[in-house]
């Protein structure tokens, strides 16, 4: 794989195609997903993945809140699944919290130090 990381650009999905519900039983015909760690995603497809407009994760970029990597040769953003779970929290701390720009950056800020403790605590075990 290396340290380079891939740039994944979705094509527009037929959102009227819907899965097969498989029986019960057959639990070993279920699709694996595995997400590709290396993967980034162009703002367009972030667009389409999360629903948020790009205005607004310009926004959270330019407020602090979500990170991406730059291309320097063309200045695109690119977003890895972190910023994509990133965005998912914050989109669900407005929707749900009524949160500022603030509020979410304190409370995305005690989620991370939550996380890294956990971790370092189940390191410990």
């Given at each position: 794989?290396?340290?380079?990381?891939?740039?994944?650009?979705?094509?527009s999905t037929n959102h009227s195609v819907r899965m097969n519900t498989p029986p019960e039983n057959d639990s070993a015909r279920l699709p694996i997903f595995e997400p590709?760690?290396?993967?980034?995603?162009s703002l367009e497809v972030v667009v389409e993945l999360t629903g948020v407009n790009?205005?607004?994760i310009l926004h959270y970029r330019e407020q602090g809140l979500i990170s991406?990597?730059?291309?320097?040769?063309?200045?695109?953003h690119y977003f890895d699944d972190a910023a994509?779970?990133?965005?998912?929290?914050?989109?669900?701390?407005?929707?749900?919290?009524?949160?500022?720009?603030s509020g979410l950056r304190l409370v995305l800020r005690l989620l991370e130090d939550m996380e890294r403790l956990e971790a370092?605590?189940?390191a410990r075990r």
């Open positions: 794989m290396g340290n380079t990381p891939r740039h994944l650009d979705l094509q590709d760690m290396e993967a980034t995603y790009s205005q607004a991406v990597m730059t291309d320097p040769e063309s200045g695109a994509l779970r990133t965005l998912r929290r914050i989109e669900h701390l407005r929707a749900y919290c009524e949160m500022n720009d370092d605590l189940n």
